[in-house]
């Protein structure tokens, strides 16, 4: 390989070869797994060699448009100096210049080229680097022709990378035919006005068209004998469900769909909620029923019930079934709790009913999703964190396995779709979120963006005096506690942990935030100062802490953790010390009442949910509103709360606020504003206005991974 993506170079240095076009760094024919900021930092070093690159020049080039200090470029030199360890001419690879910058050490060649690389080669002198556009949640990279990967082998062919479609608008949903030589996938065409099912060989031909529907189609899954794809209807951009939807069968030759089975509300656009049995007379499926999910087996001619496989639970949700290549096991992902996922196992008899019951594969804790299995029923892959940032993971398909990650795979987003033959394809999103403000007493409502970033900006909090705004961001290439100013400007980074924070609120003094924060397969609670932006842990011990909140005096801070296989609110002195549990019957994200004499909590982590009262004087328990849209959407003032009600069919796309007045009981219609709310939900300390945080969905490519093992 002598050259990398459209002419860009190859640098070999030492065991290394850094190829600059597709961003990936081999060692002995190994591809050594990186963030990408950190290869991005590589990259300037490299091109540089032997030069000293200040530290401002490094900043600009790795982060172009986001403002982060010196810690972040620390933490990038750390990992490369770990990774690459010694240089054959020296200590370290890399030479710190004490407050000026750094300078790579090593001979770089060019690959395929004699002359090495130094501070006089013209062909470093000529090479321009350009960062790549951070886009969506993934902050992912389209690549416009192919990647070739080395992974020399003497007898396995290497893996080969390339765009599977490049067209315009959004493609995602891949589902490979059962020979592997076709995909079918959804698009919103040329127009993108309406997603519709399309097929395609494997190569350059053109798709043909299947669907035209007024709905949106997606979750495609193609038959094991190749001879139907099945599908739904999703509220394409929107990741909440749409209010229930047909299943649906469709030959992959094109003809009428026909709707053989109902899926509930609940049903969303990623994850996989039903898949085939390996007779393909049948489907495993979700059903849904409040914060509870189970799996059942339908038959695909009558629409008929086969089998229960796993039962409803009190906030559970078995979600994503897959079934191996014998029929046998089904995978599927269960979650105890928002963000608390695990890979389990359930063994089948002929006839698909549950033999035994569901063993546990992984403790990941996480955001996990698409479970696959190899062609040979021994290994599951699976993408893990949220919207799969942590990217494509591998496992053994037994119980206590551990998983580990596939390599230069960190970012395939959520959509996958694994052939018998060795390919594997996956959506690449370029989708964000930003933070946008609505005026409550405005009929009607014209909200605006107010902070907008081509990363994710999400999770807004006003402070208490209304002057500033907290907010979680991946700008920096992981996702931190920023601050602006109550109009959106002057946005800096708070926290500097490179892992994933969030779940963020004020202490009352404003001069704190409590979050949580993912470090492995742990989760904590942290508290930050406001100003000079120390951090300290709180909890610690294994498991999980999550959706931190202050009590009215600044003095607790509630968190929820699993008690007993069940959410629960817990409690521990803000300056430290041992928790308190304090429900006993289920509590998930909390605020104390303005007064120190009630809290008010989510009753579990569903969608919608329950809203509840808790007297801390007698301890009674009441539930006070019935149906909440989403556990977060709430805020407590003195008189009341503002909250969105679980969303009205006519009203999907809209955020509803309303208000419940303690002294009467009653609930009012506040605001209707035309816009899905995402992520976020905070109503300004003068009640004039409110923050919310939808998805930007800027488009998504196919990609194609060609001898995957």
């Keep these: 390989m002598n050259g990398g993506v459209s002419g860009s170079p190859v640098f070999e240095f030492g065991p290394f070869r850094l190829d600059v076009g597709s961003r990936v760094l081999v060692r002995a024919g190994r591809i050594v797994s990186l963030p990408p900021k950190v290869i991005d930092t590589l990259v300037v070093l490299v091109e540089n060699n032997g030069q000293l690159v200040e530290k401002e020049k490094l900043l600009r080039s790795i982060w172009p448009d986001t403002y982060v200090d010196d810690n972040s470029l620390m933490h990038n030199i750390s990992v490369l100096r770990k990774v690459l360890g010694h240089s054959p001419e020296g200590p370290s690879y890399i030479e710190t210049a004490p407050r000026r ?35 969506g949640l993934f902050g992912m990279i389209l690549l416009p022709m192919a990647i070739w990967v080395e992974l020399r082998s003497p007898t396995l062919p290497p893996v080969k990378m390339s765009p599977l479609t490049t067209y315009p608008g959004t493609e995602a949903f891949p589902t490979f035919s059962p020979d592997g030589r076709q995909v079918a996938f959804v698009w919103n065409g040329e127009k993108q006005d309406q997603f519709d099912i399309y097929v395609k060989s494997i190569g350059a031909d053109p798709p043909r068209r299947l669907t035209w529907d007024a709905e949106s189609e997606c979750n495609l899954v193609w038959s094991p004998d190749g001879a139907l794809i099945a599908f739904n209807h999703c509220r394409m951009g929107d990741t909440n469900p749409p209010p229930g939807t047909g299943l649906y069968i469709i030959p992959p030759s094109g003809g009428i769909k026909r709707k053989v089975g109902y899926m509930d509300e609940g049903s969303k656009d990623f994850g996989r909620p039903f898949t085939w049995t390996s007779d393909s007379k049948a489907v495993i499926k979700e059903e849904v029923r ?56 359930l063994r089948l008899d002929s006839k698909l009913a549950p033999h035994g019951q569901p063993e546990r594969v992984t403790s990941e804790n996480d955001f996990v999703a698409n479970p696959l299995w190899n062609k040979n029923g021994t290994e599951l892959l699976y993408t893990a964190g949220y919207q799969g940032e942590r990217g494509l993971w591998r496992v053994s398909a037994h119980t206590g396995a551990r998983g580990t990650q596939v390599p230069a795979l960190e970012r395939v987003g959520l959509q996958v779709a694994l052939s018998r033959d060795g390919k594997l394809a996956y959506a690449r999103r370029y989708r964000d979120f930003d933070i946008w403000r609505a005026e409550l007493d405005e009929t009607p409502a014209h909200p605006k963006p107010l902070i907008v970033s081509t990363f994710s900006d999400q999770e807004p909090h006003y402070s208490p005096d209304g002057r500033r705004i907290a907010f979680q961001s991946n700008r920096s290439g992981a996702m931190e506690i920023w601050v602006s100013n109550a109009d959106g400007t002057g946005a800096a980074q708070l926290t500097f942990l490179h892992a994933q924070a969030g779940s963020l609120a004020w202490s009352p003094d404003g001069r704190q935030i409590a979050f949580d924060c993912r470090s492995g397969k742990t989760v904590d609670v942290y508290v930050v100062n406001r100003d000079d932006k120390k951090v300290r842990q709180l909890t610690t011990g294994p498991g999980f802490h999550i959706t931190p909140a202050w009590s009215h005096d600044g003095k607790w801070i509630y968190f929820v953790s699993e008690l007993k296989g069940r959410l629960e609110i817990l409690k521990m002195r803000s300056s430290g010390g041992d928790p308190v549990q304090v429900t006993r019957a289920g509590g998930f994200f909390v605020y104390e009442s303005v007064d120190g004499k009630s809290l008010f909590y989510a009753k579990d982590g569903g969608d919608p949910t329950t809203l509840w009262r808790k007297s801390l004087e007698t301890g009674k328990e009441e539930q006070i509103i019935e149906s909440l849209r989403f556990w977060s959407y709430f805020n407590v003032f003195d008189d009341g709360i503002y909250f969105a009600p679980a969303r009205r069919k006519s009203k999907f796309d809209n955020l509803e606020v309303a208000f419940y007045d303690f002294a009467t009981g009653h609930v009012r219609t506040i605001a209707d504003i035309p816009q899905w709310p995402g992520i976020g939900f905070s109503v300004s300390p003068d009640r004039k206005s409110i923050l919310f945080a939808p998805s930007v969905t800027r488009g998504a490519d196919l990609m194609l991974i060609e001898n995957f093992r």
């Design 101 to 135: 910058g750094y300078r790579f050490t090593a001979t770089v060649r060019v690959a395929g080229e004699e002359s090495s690389v130094n501070s006089e080669s013209p062909r470093i002198r000529r090479l321009r680097w350009f960062p790549p556009l951070a886009a």
């Design 290 to 345: 409040g914060a509870s999910c189970k799996l059942v087996a339908m038959s695909v001619e009558t629409g008929a019930e086969i089998h229960e496989l796993t039962s409803w639970q009190p906030e559970i949700r078995d979600i994503d079934p897959c079934i191996s290549p014998n029929g046998r096991t089904l995978a599927f992902v269960r979650y105890t709790g928002p963000g608390l996922g695990n890979l389990y196992l």
